[in-house]
């Protein structure tokens, strides 16, 4: 026999907190951004006697020539997040990157706006532009790309977490819910599955379906055998180290002393749904879980 998973995946976690903190930090960042800058240019003009008008029509020159900023700070953010688990170089290739393509998105906005705001061609407009007037988007997506990578939030695969077991043999396929496997034992180049009501042998390790049942509440409680966490109803401890494990079918496996705290503290944190009892063994060496 032979087993298999047919996996179907948890809904995906929106993650709606982090979508509004950048959002809001975008906005906050690019109402900051146009006022301090058009507050110095303001000052600056006004200084060298070539104002170009009042306060705020500096600061809707600034609104508008910024305001794909508004957009494009959140993405930075969220490729400088992305970019979390990956190593320096490729962090700095994602970074040169989005560099470019921000700096191309800013230019086409820019000439756009241009043109509709004035008669010139692009060439004309192209000839009144210089490497400095790109010089603070640069800045702009350093600070958003960099904010991804010290305030965000690194990216992890969804657990896996199979339904049910497909067992096949000679007579056809199985399939067996998880919420019916009590637990598994290794036997030679076999895994026996503990069922409620019965026993059911696979030729599978125990370490693949430890792999595959993992992220589903299993744990390895010896060499030998894996527990479902929730199938416990009772547990025989000393000293802070579980010995055995009853399951609900009745059946007892032993805990080697390798395993034996850390299914302990499984235990205590609270992962099984089902209410351990008490073993009731020798009063000097069993306590309640």
């Known amino acids: 026999m032979t087993i298999s998973a047919h996996v179907l995946l948890p809904p995906r976690d929106f993650r709606a907190g982090t979508l509004i903190r950048v959002s809001l930090l975008s906005l906050s960042t690019w109402v900051v951004m146009i006022l301090v800058f058009a507050a110095a240019d303001w000052v600056d003009g006004d200084r060298l006697g ?57 230019m086409g906005y820019t000439m756009s706006l241009s043109q509709i705001l004035s008669s010139a061609s692009l060439g004309e407009i192209l000839s009144f532009m210089s490497v400095m007037d790109w010089f603070w988007d640069a800045v702009f997506f350093i600070l958003a790309f960099a904010s991804g990578l010290v305030f965000g939030k690194p990216l992890q695969a969804e657990p896996i977490r199979p339904r049910q077991l ?21 036997q030679g180049n076999y895994v026996c599955l503990h069922l409620t009501t019965r026993d059911v042998l696979h030729r599978t390790t125990l370490s693949e379906l430890e792999r595959m049942l993992g992220a589903c509440g299993f744990h390895r409680i010896h060499p030998s055998h894996l527990v479902h966490l929730a199938s416990i109803r009772s547990a025989k401890t000393h000293s802070g180290r579980v010995r055995q494990l009853g399951l609900k079918n009745s059946a007892i ?31 000097d060496s069993s306590q309640s879980v």
């Open 50 to 106: 070539d104002s170009g008008g009042s306060y705020l029509d500096y600061l809707a020159m600034w609104s508008r020539g910024t305001l794909p900023w508004i957009f494009l700070f959140p993405a930075s953010f969220r490729l400088g997040e992305a970019s979390i688990p990956g190593s320096m170089g490729q962090r700095g290739l994602i970074a040169l990157t989005g560099l470019f393509v921000c700096l191309a998105l800013t």
């Open 166 to 186: 497909e067992v096949r043999s000679a007579r056809g396929s199985e399939f067996i819910p998880i919420k019916d496997v009590l637990g598994a034992t290794s």
């Open 253 to 283: 496996l032993p805990v080697s002393s390798r395993f034996s705290r850390p299914i302990y503290r499984a235990i205590h944190n609270g992962e099984p749904s089902a209410e351990i009892h008490s073993s009731h063994q020798a009063p």
